[in-house]
């Protein structure tokens, strides 16, 4: 078993920055991919980024691109996403995701969870 916990969330005004942090725990996730998925009230669970075994190589989805910066550091078990120039409709509660294989935009090979840290954007 592989655990996850969020932190870094918080409120933040429009343009500001955060970045939130995963720790794992457990079993050592350091043989796959990580990600980042995000809920807004009312919408499905979307895809942000991912994030390779080595870290060299990362995803993100088109809403994200270039505002925000997924890395990891296997030797502290900790992913991280940096979020810069933040819009309103980056509100969400965003989680932490693991899989024992590679970099997916599906939720489907993501085993682990985290519980979440709640993101919230003003105008």
């Known amino acids: 078993q592989v655990q996850l916990v969020e932190s870094g969330g918080g409120l933040v005004q429009a343009g500001g920055s955060l970045r939130l942090s995963c720790a794992a725990s457990?079993?050592?996730?350091?043989?796959?991919?990580m990600a980042w998925f995000r809920q807004a009230p009312g919408k499905e669970r979307e895809f942000v980024a991912a994030?390779?075994?080595?870290?060299?190589?990362?995803v993100s989805t088109d809403s994200v691109e270039g505002r925000f910066t997924i890395s990891r550091d296997n030797a502290k078990n900790t992913v991280y996403l940096q979020m810069i120039s933040l819009k309103p409709e980056d509100t969400a509660v965003y989680y932490c995701?693991?899989?024992?294989?590679?970099?997916?935009?599906?939720?489907?090979?993501?085993?682990?969870w985290g519980q979440g840290t709640q993101v919230t954007v003003s105008s």
């Open positions: 994030i390779t075994w080595s870290g060299g190589s990362t």
């Open positions: 457990g079993r050592t996730f350091s043989t796959g991919a």
């Open positions: 995701a693991a899989s024992t294989t590679l970099v997916s935009r599906s939720r489907a090979p993501y085993k682990y």
